[in-house]
């Protein structure tokens, strides 16, 4: 008796099994099959991406491309021309030139979209899903550095023609493109900034959209030479100075400093050169000027009137 109910268990349990997967196998080979046949999502992508492409357009997207290149640089060429004849009017026809490049840059990316793309329904939805996400990861310190060039654009924090002081590097702005701006230093190299990096820093803006700068020259003097004569002979020779721009006044300002156990005097005219252009050739004229007047009236600075005169102070035995 209790053999044959075993065998009847084990029956029923095999046959338990069986239907199950007769079941599993007729539920799930329609998906099976299914998910076979369908395409990675990636393939999918690009198969249709190239159904959306236009052949005709991308060849005539080239073609406006290189137009407007060539155009930009005739452009740039014959501002630089009109700079040169015009100095006075320099900065304004550069900032004109920024803002005409932005323009055309803006429609040429929108043209150049329009005519190689078949927009509908799907390729929005399918740009605005996978590729959107795809091309954000790729592209995001692009993104920040054109948006961050719209920024500059309306807020101005300098201008093109400016002389600025940013992150060590200290130069003229020649150019404020979508993705950076280009410094031209002093050293005559030509230094590229991401724009969202000026965003997240601190920028000295020397003349502001303005051809005059104020320049800082600094000399010094023992504190036993004449200096009311000293004063005098630096604020002549910056006004004297043919780059110096006397609408505006000139100051040299007088401070008493201690340093390394030596007492001097420390003078600083504070003089505006007549184009930014001008500020190492006004500083070097005045400081010529200054120490020739020096060498003549016997005034001395400190390192060299400790050197070849007497001690500042003398000690008493």
């Known amino acids: ?13 095999a046959q338990q099994k069986l239907t199950k997967l007769l079941l599993s196998v007729l539920f799930f080979t329609p998906v099976i099959a299914q998910a076979e046949s369908t395409e990675p999502p990636e393939l999918e992508v690009i198969s249709t991406l190239a159904t959306m492409v236009k052949p005709s357009g991308l060849f005539l997207s080239l073609l406006l491309f290189i137009g407007v290149w060539l155009l930009l640089k005739m452009v740039k060429s014959v501002v630089d021309d009109l700079s040169e004849v015009f100095a006075e009017k320099r900065l304004l026809l550069q900032k004109s ?3 005409f490049q932005f ?5 040429s990316i929108a043209t150049a979209t329009i005519i190689s793309f078949e927009f509908s329904t799907e390729l929005i939805a399918l740009l605005g899903g996978t590729l959107a996400v795809a091309i954000g990861f ?4 692009l993104a920040a550095s054109v948006i961050a060039g719209v920024i500059i654009m309306f807020d101005r924090p300098f ?3 400016d002389r ?7 130069g003229d702005i020649i150019a404020i493109g979508i993705r950076s701006v280009k ?5 005559d190299n030509v230094v590229t900034i991401p724009n969202n990096i000026f965003l997240n820093g601190i920028t000295s803006c020397g003349n502001y959209g303005e051809l005059d ?30 780059f110096a721009y006397l609408k505006k006044p000139i100051n040299v300002l007088v401070l008493q400093e201690m340093s390394n156990n030596m007492v001097y005097y420390k003078l600083t005219v504070k003089v505006y050169v007549l184009d930014t252009k001008y500020e190492k050739a006004l500083e070097t004229d005045i400081t010529l000027r200054v120490n020739e007047a020096f060498t003549k009236e016997g005034i001395y600075s400190p390192s060299l009137h400790l050197a070849n005169q007497r001690p500042l102070v003398s000690e008493k035995a």
Do not use: P, W
């Not at 323009?103 to 429609?107: C, D, G, L, R, S």
């Not at 600025?164 to 200290?170: A, I, N, P």
């Not at 800082?216 to 100075?241: P, W």
């Open 183 to 187: 410094m031209n230093t002093l050293d």
């Open 164 to 170: 600025v002081l940013f992150g060590g590097e200290y």
């Open 1 to 13: 008796m209790k053999v044959l109910i075993t065998k009847l268990t084990s029956q029923k349990i």
């Open 138 to 141: 790729a592209i995001k310190d």
């Open 97 to 99: 030139l920024v803002f």
């Open 213 to 242: 700068m104020q320049v800082a020259i600094k000399f010094f003097i023992a504190v036993d030479q004449n200096l009311t004569l000293a004063q005098y002979i630096v604020r002549e020779a910056a006004a004297l100075s043919k």
């Open 159 to 161: 201008q093109v023609g």
């Open 103 to 107: 323009i055309i840059y803006f429609f």
